[in-house]
């Protein structure tokens, strides 16, 4: 009986689904309703951190890096800017996501331009509009180096600051055209980077030890021109290599190829594929750059050193880590490492940001003090080299330490006097009695600080100098 009532059911059914409309199954049947759906593998995945976060993070970093150009804080600080948001970036390389199309972010296309009318227009004219953007720069600086002189403009030496802001946005537009363009796309793509090739081989040979034209001066822990004259080559080419420390001039050149590297890396993760081996590449060249900070130490500067240094392990931890975590975590484990690094690399550009800030604030300093040299002397004169001198620790030291800091101070103390010297420009009755007090309560402990009476004789010799010019003028 149950299989002859399974059969009417089934012939009901089918009569049914052949008849009109208004024909029904006068069988009771149980209705069910099924709804489904599925996930778009194309969807974006949701940002493990606020996309707000990053974006300041990112424009910060782009911010910091173009301030960085005006401050020339270094070399070193311009790349791990410009390199920070490629990290970022590569962190959130999805295989289930679509390939990034459409208008480049400023960072990567600053004149965003667009050049025809392919998928790749944007590519082409970043290429185009970045190595115009340099061009235009180097023209400005040639035109300043003319008429203040190669040494003062720091020229051609002050270019590698642009060249460091651009270099790695240009390589990814530049290796996208090679990879996707038509013949003539590919064309300008490999132009760009065998002119950046070109350009890096070029630094090389200036920082080469064959052709090298400076030393360290181990005293003044300085570049200085080789041989005892002044022949103005770190002047010109300082920007390459002042704040690098001895034997540690051909840095320059592992900034220029990181960078390099970091946006070849970037034009394949805008495919959003195979991401898992771009990460392992990823890791291994943010590794490297880590440990070459680390282990050889470039800076000049310990503390710049210890800063550079965290932020480069730090980047390199993180994109190592989400590197391990693609390929043995499950997808849910992977979004949670990925919220962790994401979020370090957002720290690091706003670490950053911040410290261009400080820089920014210390270089407006120094042009105040290039403006007004003399009221920055006179400040200078009464309060940094009083306090000096009237410091224990000068008075305790020992013989050579002890000639050193008064030779300091009385370039210090006398720059004022120097300068000063005419009806307009005179130093303050206060700032003089400031001297001449220092002068009076100077008291030698010991035979150590005797040393310091020839220098105080001497102020006090210019400073009658400078009162017989100043009543003459009266």
Not at 96 to 111: A, K, R, V, Y
Not at 295 to 307: D, E, V, Y
């Given at each position: 009986m149950r299989?002859?009532?399974?059969?009417?059911?089934?012939?009901?059914?089918?009569t049914n689904s052949?008849?009109?409309?208004?024909?029904?199954?006068?069988?009771?049947?149980?209705?069910?309703?099924?709804s489904g759906g599925f996930k778009d593998p194309f969807a974006p995945s949701p940002s493990p951190i606020p996309i707000v976060f990053k974006k300041i993070g990112d424009n910060g970093a782009a911010v910091s890096s173009g301030v960085s150009l005006f401050t020339a804080v270094g070399p070193t600080q311009i790349g791990q800017n410009s390199r920070s948001g490629a990290a970022l970036e590569l962190l959130g390389c999805d295989n289930?996501?679509?390939?990034?199309?459409?208008?480049?972010?400023?960072?990567?296309?600053?004149?965003q331009l667009s050049i025809g009318n392919s998928s790749l227009q944007y590519h082409v004219g970043a290429v185009v509009g970045n190595w115009a953007l340099f061009v235009g720069v180097a023209g400005i600086c040639k035109g300043v180096a003319?008429?203040?002189?190669?040494?003062?403009?720091?020229?051609?030496?002050?270019?590698i600051l642009p060249t460091l802001f651009l270099i790695a946005p240009t390589t990814t537009s530049s290796v996208t055209l090679i990879r996707d363009g038509s013949p003539g796309q590919q064309a300008i793509g490999g132009v760009s980077i065998a002119v950046s090739l070109l350009a890096t081989g070029s630094i090389g040979a200036v920082v080469h030890p064959k052709y090298f034209k400076g030393q360290w001066d181990v005293q003044e822990q300085e570049w200085v021109d080789l041989g005892k004259i002044k022949t103005g080559y770190v002047d010109r080419y300082g920007y390459l290599f002042e704040t690098y420390g001895q034997g540690r001039q051909w840095y320059i050149l592992?900034?220029?190829?990181?960078?390099?590297?970091?946006?070849?890396?970037?034009?394949?993760?805008?495919?959003?594929?195979?991401?898992?081996?771009?990460?392992?590449?990823?890791?291994?060249?943010?590794?490297?750059?880590?440990?070459?900070?680390?282990?050889?130490?470039?800076?000049?500067?310990?503390?710049?050193?210890?800063?550079?240094?965290?932020?480069a392990a730090a980047q390199a931890v993180a994109v190592s880590t989400q590197a391990i975590?693609?390929?043995a975590a499950s997808e849910e484990m992977q979004e949670k490492v990925r919220t962790v690094t994401e979020s370090v690399i957002v720290v690091t550009e706003y670490l950053l940001m911040i410290k261009t800030l400080y820089d920014m604030g210390r270089r407006i300093q120094s042009w105040y003090e290039r403006l007004?040299?003399?009221?920055?002397?006179?400040?200078?004169?009464?309060?940094?080299s009083l306090a000096t001198l009237r410091s224990p620790s000068i008075q305790s030291s020992n013989s050579h330490q002890s000639?050193?800091?008064?030779?300091?101070?009385?370039?210090?103390?006398?720059?004022?006097?120097?300068?000063?010297?005419?009806?307009?420009?005179?130093?303050s009755d206060h700032s003089i009695a400031s001297i001449e007090s220092m002068v009076a309560d100077f008291e030698p402990q010991d035979d150590s600080s005797k040393s310091g009476l020839g220098f105080l004789e001497m102020i006090e010799d210019a400073l009658e100098a400078y009162k017989e010019s100043k009543d003459k003028h009266e």
């Open positions: 299989g002859i009532f399974l059969l009417l059911c089934a012939a009901c059914m089918s052949l008849a009109g409309p208004e024909q029904h199954c006068k069988v009771p049947m149980a209705k069910i309703f099924i289930n996501t679509e390939p990034e199309e459409g208008q480049l972010s400023w960072q990567d296309n600053p004149l003319l008429k203040l002189g190669y040494d003062k403009a720091g020229f051609p030496g002050s270019l592992v900034e220029l190829l990181t960078s390099m590297a970091v946006g070849g890396l970037k034009s394949y993760q805008i495919l959003q594929q195979n991401c898992e081996a771009l990460l392992g590449i990823g890791a291994g060249v943010y590794d490297a750059y880590a440990i070459s900070q680390i282990a050889l130490r470039p800076s000049s500067n310990h503390h710049l050193q210890l800063c550079y240094s965290a932020i975590a693609v390929q007004y040299p003399k009221a920055a002397a006179v400040h200078c004169a009464t309060h940094g000639d050193l800091s008064q030779t300091e101070m009385a370039e210090r103390l006398l720059l004022p006097v120097r300068e000063l010297n005419t009806p307009t420009d005179r130093l």
